[in-house]
Every structure is written in C-alpha cells, then in structure tokens.
C-alpha cells in the first residue's frame, strides 16, 4: 500500500502512528505529496479532487480517502476493535471524541491558511479568531476529559497528540501547556511511545 | 433524542434524510439552532466548542458530533448494516465516497464564506477558486460512479443529493445539471423519495 505524506500534516502523522501502533507500518510506502491552498497540483488532483493528505492507495489501486477512514480500514485490516472500540459506549465517547478533535485541527489548518497563506492585505480576523477560539475551547474540553487517563490507546488519544503536536509545530507561542496541564502531563506520557516520537514534526 | 439543526445545513439535511429513511425521525426532536462563522455563539459554544451543526443529544445528555458520527449511531440504533454496508468492498466505496462528498460539502461552505460572509475587500479570488474547483471536480468524480447506479439507498446517494441541493442552494448558476447529466438524472430520480423531498433547502 502506498500512503500521500507530509511530515508537516497532523492527519498523515494521525494515520502514521496508527499503522505503527497496529504493526502495519512495513506494509506501507510513504509518498511524500506537498499540497497548499490557492496552488494547484492537476497530478495529485486526479487521484484526490479535493487535494487533501492523507490517502491510501491500495495494491489493487483502490483509493481511500479521509484520515478517519484510513484508520477504520487498517484497524480492521489489524483483526478490528484496535483502536476504535468494538461495541459499547466506550466506542461513540471515542468515535465522538475523535470528532471533536478532527474538527479542532480543521480549524487550526484554517488559523495557519488565513495568517500565513493568505495575502495580508487579505486576511479577517474575525475569522482567525473564531477558528483559533474553537481549537482553544476544544483543548478546555480535553483538559477535562477521560481520555487523558485511559489505560489503553485509541484513536483519540492519537489524535489529542496530533493536535497538540500541531500546535507546537505551528503556533508555538500559544501558551497550551501553561493554560492546560493536564493536556501537557498527557503529552509528556505519550511522548514516550516510540510511534508518538518518531512522527514528531519537523522544526517549522 | 434532540438534533441541533437549521434547514440551510447539508450536514444536518444528511442526518435527517438518515433518521427519516430509518424509521427513527419520531424520536428525535429537531432543535434550530443559528451559527456563523466569525459570530459568537457562547450558549452553543458550550454544547459543541467547534460550534458546528448538527449535534446529537442523547436522552441522558451524552453528545454526539459530526454528522458522520451521528449516522453511524443512528444506523447502529436501527440494527445496523443499513445505510452503511457492513462488511465488504462495498464497505469501503461507501465510506471513501461518503469522505469525498463531505470533503466537496466543507469546500463548498468555504467558498460560500469567502464570497458572502466575509468582508468584501478581503475576499481572495484563488482561495474560492480553489475550494470551487475541488468540489467541481469531486463532481466529475461522481458523474462517472457506481454510487448512481446502486439499486440499495446508501450514504453515500444520500450525500450526494446533499451536495446537490446545496449547489441548487447556494450556487444556483454554477451549471451542474448541464456539466453532469448523469447526476441531474439521479437527483431527480432521488426526489421522488419523501425524505429527500421534505428536506430540500428552502429558497435562497
């Protein structure tokens, strides 16, 4: 299988340390893909229409698109119920969880598009603030969440890291760990799985 | 159960075509609720920090987002395997395309901000354009699919009428039916089914 990658995309490492964690990762090409919004890319167009990091190219040539699904498909592909719960209500606080924090990081990818991608004379800060606000609400809910203490790794947990790994990478002086120390402690914790290490992003 | 809702959202008109076919619209009370980029919400804010529709509420007051998330639980709540295929190639067509169109869907609303909701003097054209062309050619994509030939209702049709009472919605000249007579062909076909009927937009 072949998996579209940039070091610097939260949602390529999300499926990066998931194929690691479900020892899949030796069965997977990384082909490194850069996109950005405003440039076209007509090559990559073809295989994605909305240009978008990650996608999984099967053997076959099949093509799954959307991190989530990703995730769903080699979780199965690793016996299923790995990372996303089988049954029960563990498996919507994840799935819902997971949610939460994909819609986090859209809304930083937006912050990043409008303040650095963006012509300046061009950019709203209305639009910026509100998008950065959900990410920093969102970090509040986290910082009161169970999945903080949750004994074994699932996808929230791995998607947690992405998000606070992308704010490191991206708004560095946003000051989480002052406001959030619970979130630091976690990230701390996780740091120490070698998946969680390795996919790290690269100095900005 | 309660859905926060307004009729001018695809993902929340995704949900309620999804309750309505399930036999599960009775038990789920619609809750309007109004947001907009770059317009605080406090109230909502608390309900769901990304400030997005729509949210599940269940009876004891757990929450579900991501209008994905929600058909899933709904599809589980009627036996499961109904709308989404539960095993199989089909499986996973259907969850890559249900990921393509509400990629084309989250393009279309940004362009929509970009040409309406923000300030006129710092709209830039390569950014709508951009977002423009990705739903155009996820369009193309689906024009030559399986997913108008499915005899079996699934999410992914769902979703793609979706996409196109929104076009109809919000982008009223953008010319679909002509670019794509095949997908006006399946629309027309998918309004003769009450649920999608009840649910188009009303006008702009």
């Known amino acids: 299988?072949?998996?579209?990658?940039?070091?610097?995309?939260?949602f390529a490492r999300k499926v990066r340390i998931t194929a690691i964690e479900l020892g899949l990762i030796d069965k997977i090409d990384l082909t490194p893909v850069t996109v950005a919004p405003g440039t076209p890319n007509d090559e990559y167009s073809k295989i994605h229409p909305l240009k978008k990091l990650p996608v999984l190219i099967l053997d076959d040539g099949d093509v799954i698109v959307d991190s989530y699904v990703i995730v769903e498909y080699l979780d199965e592909l690793a016996g299923g119920g790995k990372l996303i719960p089988a049954?029960?209500?563990?498996?919507?606080?994840?799935?819902?969880?997971?949610?939460?924090?994909?819609?986090m990081l859209d809304s930083m990818l937006l912050c990043r598009y409008e303040?650095?991608?963006?012509?300046?004379?061009?950019?709203?800060?209305?639009?910026?603030?509100d998008h950065w606000n959900r990410a920093w609400l969102g970090m509040a809910r986290f910082e009161q969440s169970d999945v903080l203490s949750r004994s074994e790794l699932d996808i929230a947990q791995i998607t947690l890291v992405?998000?606070?790994?992308?704010?490191d990478f991206r708004f560095a002086d946003c000051g989480w760990r002052k406001a959030y120390p619970k979130l630091d402690a976690f990230h701390q914790r996780m740091l120490?799985?070698?998946?969680?290490?390795?996919?790290?992003p690269p100095p900005a």
Chains 1, 2 share one sequence.
């Open 1 to 10: 299988m072949k998996l579209t990658y940039s070091p610097a995309s939260p």
């Open 192 to 200: 120490e799985r070698p998946s969680i290490k390795i996919s790290v």
């Open 162 to 167: 992405c998000v606070l790994g992308y704010a």
């Open 115 to 129: 303040n650095i991608t963006r012509p300046e004379a061009l950019r709203w800060k209305a639009w910026s603030d």
């Open 87 to 103: 049954a029960g209500p563990l498996r919507w606080n994840v799935k819902r969880d997971h949610s939460l924090l994909q819609g």
